[in-house]
């Protein structure tokens, strides 16, 4: 299935998706439990796909759908009810590229024979398989002049994007999805060999060994897939949450919020930037995992008042 398709399919079945994210939000009050729920459903999938007990069409499918509907769930017990307004049920579709970039991953490993059953097998993990998607705004910098605030003590993000919301946000997973397109049909052609590799010198050659090698796209074990599997489906909920509980709060009459860190040094600069500013206008600030390094492992709060 192509991402392209999912999200027309997505768009035409708002009503379904979200009638099932409801009745997900019902069974599971707390975030926790809806994580827990998830995760249990990564692993299913998982073994499923391994013991060929489903096709990878159906565990691409299954896969999509459990991501979009549980991000909406999140979004409903952030906002305190089983309703989504339209703008926030589309940002949820921002995501779907970088599903779509695992199932490539995915597929390379299973042509090429690639996964393991070894459970020692250390794995590398990509961080930057989830970002927000680029869209029609250029990347805001909030600035000092701009927020009247003290001097902040550490750097502006160099890429801080502001999530795009409603048809905006459409539009823009559907461009991502057509760049994917484009990136998946350039897979197949061969890389041209140099005409000069032949007469390199030694010194050129040992400084090439030197570089360490590009890892190979995809996961390397069937364990390693479960656990990217689940960032999708269950770490990135967090933010998902906070988001639906920014709009329950500007509803409520909040006029302000901050992002606050953990303050130990697994916290990103970025974090430590928007815990700088302090107290900000509603809504100036990107939600948790969002317009940070830590992307889905982010472990910032917001508060408001």
Not at 44 to 67: G, V, Y
Not at 109 to 137: A, I, K, M, T
Not at 248 to 253: A, C, L, N, P, Q
């Amino acid at each position: 299935m192509e991402l392209l398709s999912f999200i027309g399919q997505a768009a035409k079945r708002r009503e379904s998706y979200i009638d099932r994210a409801q009745r997900l939000a019902e069974s599971f009050t707390s975030l926790e439990g809806l994580e827990a729920e998830m995760e249990g459903r990564a692993e299913a999938l998982t073994r499923k796909l391994k013991a060929n007990k489903i096709t990878f069409s159906e565990f691409q499918r299954a896969s999509a759908e459990d991501t979009l509907i549980s991000s909406v769930a999140a979004v409903m017990l952030g906002l305190g009810e089983t309703k989504i307004p339209q703008t926030l049920y589309s940002e949820t579709m921002g995501q779907m590229k970088y599903l779509w970039n695992f199932f490539d991953d995915i597929k390379l490993s299973l042509n090429n024979d690639r996964l393991s059953d070894e459970e020692n097998y250390q794995e590398e993990e990509d961080d930057d398989w989830y970002y927000p998607v680029p869209g029609e705004d250029q990347p805001l910098t909030v600035s000092q002049d701009e927020r009247n605030l003290e001097a902040p003590v550490v750097s502006a993000p160099t890429s801080l994007v502001i999530p795009l919301t409603g048809a905006r946000a459409t539009k823009a997973a559907i461009r991502a999805a057509k760049t994917t397109v484009k990136d998946t049909q350039k897979e197949g052609k061969g890389r041209k060999i140099s005409p000069t590799a032949e007469t390199d010198t030694q010194a050129e050659k040992a400084q090439k060994e030197s570089k360490p090698r590009q890892r190979q796209r995809g996961p390397a074990t069937w364990n390693g897939l479960g656990a990217r599997l689940k960032r999708f489906l269950v770490t990135p909920l967090w933010r998902w949450f906070v988001t639906g509980e920014s709009s329950k709060k500007r509803t409520e009459g909040f006029k302000e919020m901050r992002r606050s860190s953990k303050h130990d040094r697994r916290v990103c600069e970025d974090c430590k930037y928007y815990d700088s500013l302090g107290w900000v206008p509603i809504g100036s600030l990107p939600m948790p995992g969002v317009g940070c390094r830590c992307h889905d492992r982010c472990r910032c709060v917001i508060k408001y008042r």
